[in-house]
């Protein structure tokens, strides 16, 4: 399967974006699917997932009340809608894909292309 994600771009302090992340190649239909994001010289870290099987949705403290991750089947995408951006949500994000839920980690079988987050203050 191949991810795309889209979506980034500057914006700031307290903004709003809708990051999306487009499947091709298989279905989304049985897969976990997460957002990671990586910032300048920091470790790539978990951001939010959701599981396909019941939609179980995850999230890092950091993000928790003003992310929401969901999906749409038809268009075999997931979404990240990111809200109240703070300076420090900047940075690279990715969608990473796995047939089989196994946690989000940085060993999920699927990586998309990141898209640039910048929040400035």
């Known amino acids: 399967v191949q991810l795309q994600a889209s979506g980034g771009g500057l914006v700031q302090a307290g903004g709003s974006l809708r990051l999306s992340c487009a499947a091709s190649?298989?279905?989304?239909?049985?897969?976990?699917v997460g957002w990671f994001r990586q910032a300048p010289g920091k470790e790539r870290e978990f951001v939010a997932g959701?599981?396909?099987?019941?939609?179980?949705?995850y999230y890092a403290d950091s993000v928790k009340g003003r992310f929401t991750i969901n999906r749409d089947n038809a268009k075999n995408t997931v979404y990240l809608q990111v809200n109240t951006l703070k300076p420090e949500d900047t940075a690279v994000y990715y969608c990473?894909?796995?047939?089989?839920?196994?946690?989000?980690?940085?060993?999920?079988?699927?990586w998309g292309k990141g898209t640039l987050v910048t929040v400035s203050s």
């Open positions: 959701i599981r396909w099987s019941g939609g179980s949705t």
């Open positions: 190649g298989r279905t989304f239909n049985s897969y976990a």
């Open positions: 990473a894909a796995d047939s089989l839920y196994r946690g989000f980690t940085n060993n999920m079988d699927y």
